[in-house]
T-cell receptor
Framework: EDKVVQSPLSLVVHEGDTVTLNCSYE??????LLWYKQEKKAPTFLFML????IEKKSGRLSSILDKKELFSILNITATQTGDSAIYLC??????????FGDGTTLTVKP | DGGITQSPKYLFRKEGQNVTLSCEQN?????MYWYRQDPGQGLRLIYY???????QKGDIAEGYSVSREKKESFPLTVTSAQKNPTAFYLC??????????????????FGPGTRLTVT
């Protein structure tokens, strides 16, 4: 059975802190790993990773995948209150089946 | 405007009734997905489809049914057999690798969701 585990489940930080969110997975026939941000509505896409070692960056957010150790991290630097959300990690197989983790709830306090 | 729509936004039903949730996309995506989200949890896959007239069960398909008669549409029926149907339902669509998407850009786009309450 495919499995995606995210840690920590929740995190409270102050503005300006740097956070690292973790996602480990066990799937057969891996195709891609995706990160989403969800703020009380539909998830919005952040990154898609398919190859090990290539860092994806978008402003203060970055992510990297390790296909050998089967995990990915999402980094957020200089956090802002607007970063408060649930961050979801998902893995998609070559057959098109997607499995999501339970998410990490990030709260950024002023 | 291209996008993925779900209707209605809120839906209330009595126990024992079947209910159908709508999902339509005009993004020309081949693949479509249905997820269920419960409070404090991630998304769980109900059904997915990569081509018209074909679909596969996800992790929690029991008590649900789908159809994919058109590329643009993937309705989900929550049947009376679903033991705990109250949840937030999300539909998504994506292109597939090798089908014209820019390299690496076959992520899933989500609709706004339908919040179903069954009493």
């Amino acid at each position: 059975e495919d499995k995606v585990v995210q840690s920590p489940l929740s995190l409270v930080v102050h503005e300006g802190d740097t956070v690292t969110l973790n996602c480990s997975y066990e799937v057969t026939n891996f195709r891609s790993l995706l990160w989403y941000k969800q703020e009380k509505k539909a998830p919005t896409f952040l990154f898609m990773l398919t190859s090990s070692g290539i860092e994806k960056k978008s402003g203060r957010l970055s992510s990297i995948l390790d296909k050998k150790e089967l995990f990915s991290i999402l980094n957020i630097t200089a956090t802002q209150t607007g970063d408060s959300a649930i961050y979801l990690c998902a893995v998609v197989t070559n057959a098109g089946k997607s499995t999501f983790g339970d998410g990490t709830t990030l709260t950024v306090k002023p | 405007d291209g996008g993925i729509t779900q209707s209605p936004k809120y839906l209330f039903r009595k126990e024992g009734q079947n209910v159908t949730l709508s999902c339509e996309q005009n993004l020309n995506h081949d693949a479509m997905y249905w997820y269920r989200q419960d409070p404090g949890q991630g998304l769980r896959l109900i059904y997915y489809s990569q081509i018209v007239n074909d679909f596969q069960k996800g992790d929690i398909a029991e008590g649900y049914s789908v159809s994919r008669e058109k590329k643009e549409s993937f309705p989900l029926t929550v049947t009376s057999a679903q033991k705990n149907p109250t949840a937030f339902y999300l539909c998504a669509s994506s292109t597939l690798p090798g089908q014209g998407a820019p390299a690496g850009r076959y992520e899933q786009y989500f609709g706004p969701g339908t919040r179903l309450t069954v009493t």
